[in-house]
């Protein structure tokens, strides 16, 4: 085991190509086919907090990196009409509020809310807190016990930026690009990968390939014949159109995603423009009349023509099959409504650098990687179909997802959610429990009672613990400089550069 290929660039390629340049140097040699004539999906422009391992792992310098990628800091998701018109709540990365002994804040603010006497839930979150008032700063490592050193944060960046960021580490770090389109994929006698052709009869030979071909799959799935697993029963969106648009003012430090008659629309502050999409169900919205809704609620001047995007959600059966490992679309695609299409390239990529074989791989090698895989992406599903699921909206798209019969695994969380407010993380699924509680709570899948033990407090202690927590976040937010002047100032000197 000593040469590995991936094959297709863009946001997956370079990601994976960027990571074992970095960690396998000196070990592997490793190359990376892809075509300037083939384009890119590259609209996955948000993330979640976890980008930041991946840039710890690659030791990047955070200011030249958002610098050069264009990037935005980002706080959290607000989601504008998601449960009926007119009502938003905001997704805030990290923590809410605080504990009180054994019980979360919110079991407190249940207690509260059942007698008319709580603050409004978003109150209990600096993200969130901080977002809506376009304020930010990196959080204090002498304040730990302070809201204002509890502060998570992501970013929004240009995927197309980014992949040519990556592409430049990556070379730096001995990874060879080949120019070039794939003609031909070769096996051995015994059904491994052997190589690819190229269109001008170039051969390109290894013994391990990463997959990033895109939604074509070409080494996963035409060549190895590895199955797809279709979700879209679930999630039945299955079209997007994505369009830059100028940039605007203020400069928030959020995501926006704003549900539609059939779908949903995404708005995503970068330093140099907006990019901005709809993502909908082509049984209940035509594409003109998807297109039309788009481009009448851009905040600015459209920059390019749209992007057309047409996908099945789902994941492949097998992401690593033989001598092959899919990244990014060609092992499945979940629609980008919690940033997860890049987090879900870095833990793959991670996950095989844990356990990368050093000669032919073992089944049990496989097998674990695939049921890492398998049980982060149906995770990631269930908290996205959450999201259509808790709707009071009119229209039949809304109400197909409002009755749809949901899976096992994310009934048994809301039906334990809604007896007495309880959600637990399971294993090493990627949402904690703050995600799930802000989104139950947001799209009003109220408990029908909070823990009992919150009977220990009185009213009186519990009023005052929620009062002193929304008041000491208000402070917080107040002396935080607005995100313009901080992104501004914290990479001046990179872009100078």
């Known amino acids: 085991m000593r040469r590995i290929l991936i094959v297709g660039g863009g946001t997956a390629g370079w990601m994976a190509a960027a990571l074992f340049g970095k960690l396998f140097q000196g070990l592997y040699d490793v190359a990376l086919v892809e075509s300037e004539a083939i384009g890119t999906v590259g609209v996955g422009e948000a993330t979640i907090p976890a980008i930041k391992k991946f840039n710890e792992l690659l030791e990047l310098d955070e200011p030249e990196f958002m610098a050069r ?44 809310r059942g007698r008319g006497n709580a603050p409004a839930f978003d109150r209990f979150s ?37 992949a040519r960021y990556l592409r430049g580490f990556a070379e730096d770090h001995g990874v060879v690009r080949h120019e070039g389109r794939i003609g031909e994929v070769r096996l051995t006698a015994d059904g491994d990968i052997a190589g690819v052709t190229l269109d001008d009869g ?42 830059p648009c100028a940039r605007t003012e203020p400069l928030a430090p959020y995501t926006r995603s704003t549900a539609r008659e059939a779908g949903w629309q995404w708005r995503i502050p970068l330093q140099h423009r907006t990019g901005n999409g709809h993502v909908y169900c082509s049984r209940y919205v035509d594409d003109a009349a998807a297109e039309a809704v788009l481009l009448a609620n851009l905040d600015g001047e459209p920059l390019a023509e749209p992007n057309r995007l047409r996908f099945t959600t789902g994941k492949r059966v097998g992401a690593w099959t033989r001598n092959c490992v899919a990244l990014g679309l060609s092992a499945g695609f979940l629609e980008p409504l919690e940033s997860t299409s890049i987090h879900l390239v870095q833990s793959a990529a991670i996950r095989l650098v844990r356990l990368f074989p050093d000669g032919p791989a073992d089944p049990a090698t496989i097998a674990e990687y695939n049921r890492q895989t398998d049980f982060e992406w149906a995770r990631v599903r269930d908290f996205i179909i959450l999201h259509y699921w808790a709707n009071d909206r009119d229209g039949p798209f809304w109400e197909y997802c409002r009755t749809m019969e949901l899976p096992a695994t994310l009934e048994r969380k809301i039906d334990l959610w809604r007896a007495n407010a309880r959600i637990f993380r399971e294993d090493d699924e990627l949402f904690a429990e703050e995600s799930w509680i802000q989104v139950l709570i947001g799209q009003h899948v109220i408990p029908a009672a909070p823990d009992p033990l919150v009977a220990i407090k009185s009213n009186g202690e519990i009023d005052q613990f929620l009062g002193n927590i929304a008041t000491t976040i208000d402070r917080c937010v107040s002396v935080m400089p607005g995100h313009d002047d901080y992104l501004r100032r914290y990479v001046a000197g990179a872009t100078a550069a």
């Open 126 to 162: 600096i993200n969130t807190a901080a977002a809506k008032a376009n304020r930010f700063m990196h959080p204090r490592a002498d304040m730990a016990g302070s809201p204002i050193g509890q502060i998570a944060h992501a970013f929004h960046f240009d995927a197309a930026l980014y």
């Open 69 to 112: 990628t264009q990037a935005t800091f980002k706080l959290g998701i607000e989601f504008a009409d998601w449960w009926k018109p007119g009502e938003s709540y905001v997704h805030g990365f990290g923590v809410i509020g605080q504990d009180w002994e054994w019980l979360r804040c919110h079991h407190y603010w249940l207690r509260a």
């Open 202 to 243: 170039r051969a390109l030979d290894a013994d391990f390939f990463i997959d990033c071909s895109g939604f074509r799959a070409l080494l996963i799935g035409e060549a190895l014949g590895a199955a797809y697993e279709d979700w879209s029963h679930w999630l039945p969106c299955d079209r997007a159109i994505a369009v």
